[in-house]
């Protein structure tokens, strides 16, 4: 924030501010009108001290300077550049010129370890358009909880689906989810989605490259009717199929759901869902984490995701995979609604239930640990976590080498 009458002052008494400090194009968008240059000049000064907050060398005055985007919005150039992550804001008032200037580094905070070997991203052609990339289907969210289908679309859509449903209570506007998002309108039964809804879905079902399936459902009696028929559904198209929280309960809940798990799904536990889907103990989950989540998996026949620190990918083969991240920027709620979402995403672009199981869990730790060095381990957001998965998905196919330009 800087004084216009001030800035307007020295340009009057020292003309050469102006020109060594501020580009060519500045001064000419700014002539006779103070209040523009002074704007710039706390720009410059916001941009400064937004690279000085983040431990990152802070450029000198003359390298910044203030451009506009097509349409009007301002942009900060550093040397010349535009920054990735770095955004600008410019106002005036009573006087006074305001700037404000937030940096998140897309890229350069994006320090990625040793990329398992067998991880398969889908390929991203520049001829490709939505249908490409997939519709994946979210059935969460009952109307008591909202809030998971909403997260579980925003992974869904930062993971790269070229559509994304989220099915909605009947007169419900889906308060929450994002303009991105087509709304499905069920029926709705006494404390939640009941057989009704399910019967209403047959169709989606069969469209969808991906169903995620659990995230806020709730478990009251109609909750089981709403899954038998959805899992009746699915009988066939395991593959196609995500599996994660209420309904994973309601698997251990309603022994007679268990039969209609369809072979060849992505089932995502936490330990504690784990050991309801096993008849055991919390801590006998974590005292062998592999050999807990090849049981499930064969007995299931499905790949398992058994989260927590070093998450276990299981395949109904044997074939297992333990991820190396670790960190508490992940312990908070909804994160886990992300990465069910981002592995639906990862099916309906084409990759096998395994290799999308595999990525997500990388891909979503890889979020988490970024954003714990770019902003704290503690406070970070579910929401967050999605939306950095664009910048670590694009890390990712960098360092593969792959462009996927085709």
């Not at 005055?61 to 349409?71: A, F, L, N, Q």
């Not at 804001?89 to 200037?101: C, E, N, P, R, Y």
Request: hydrophobic share 45%; proline share 6%.
């Amino acid at each position: 924030m800087t004084s216009v009458e001030r800035i307007s002052q020295l340009v009057q008494r020292r003309p050469a501010f102006a020109t060594k400090l501020f580009t060519a194009e500045e001064v000419n968008y700014c002539a006779g009108r103070p209040e523009r240059l002074a704007a710039r000049w706390a720009a410059k000064e916001a941009v400064r001290k937004v690279y000085g907050g983040l431990g990152l060398p802070i450029p000198p005055y003359p390298t910044i300077s203030v451009t506009h985007r097509p349409g009007g919005a301002p942009t900060a150039l550093v040397g010349g550049e535009a920054v990735p992550g770095l955004e600008l804001s410019l106002s005036h008032d009573a006087g006074l010129a305001i700037a404000m200037a937030v940096l998140i580094p897309p890229l350069a905070g994006v320090h990625l370890g040793d990329l398992p070997a067998a991880m398969v991203l889908p390929q991203r052609s520049q001829s490709a358009n939505k249908g490409t990339f997939g519709t994946v289907l979210v059935v969460a969210g009952s109307p008591s909880f909202p809030g998971a289908a909403v997260l579980c679309a925003r992974g869904a859509l930062r993971g790269g689906a070229g559509k994304v449903k989220v099915i909605v209570a009947e007169g419900s506007s889906g308060e929450g989810l994002s303009p991105e998002v087509i709304r499905f309108p069920v029926p709705v039964a006494a404390g939640g989605y009941g057989a009704a809804a399910a019967a209403a879905l047959a169709g989606e079902l069969d469209a969808a490259r991906a169903v995620v399936c659990g995230p806020g459902l709730g478990e009251t009696p109609s909750t089981h009717e709403f899954l038998a028929g959805i899992l009746g559904n699915m009988a066939g198209k395991g593959e196609r199929l995500v599996l994660d929280a209420d309904a994973l309960n309601a698997i251990s809940r309603w022994s007679d759901l268990r039969p209609l798990v369809p072979g060849g799904c992505v089932l995502t536990p936490h330990p504690l869902e784990a050991a309801r889907l096993g008849a055991a103990r919390v801590d006998e989950v974590q005292a062998d984490r592999r050999g807990f989540a090849t049981n499930l998996a064969r007995a299931f026949s499905a790949c398992v995701v058994l989260k927590g620190a070093g998450t276990v990918v299981a395949e109904p083969g044997g074939a297992l995979w333990t991820d190396g991240h670790s960190t508490s920027a992940l312990a908070t709620g909804g994160t886990g609604d992300v990465l069910a979402g981002l592995i639906g995403a990862l099916v309906a672009q084409g990759s096998s239930p395994a290799d999308a199981a595999r990525a997500g869990v990388f891909l979503h730790a890889e979020a988490g640990s970024w954003l714990g060095r770019a902003r704290g381990r503690a406070g970070v957001l579910a929401s967050e976590v999605a939306d950095a998965l664009v910048e670590v998905q694009e890390a990712v196919r960098r360092r593969q080498g792959g462009t996927d330009e085709g």
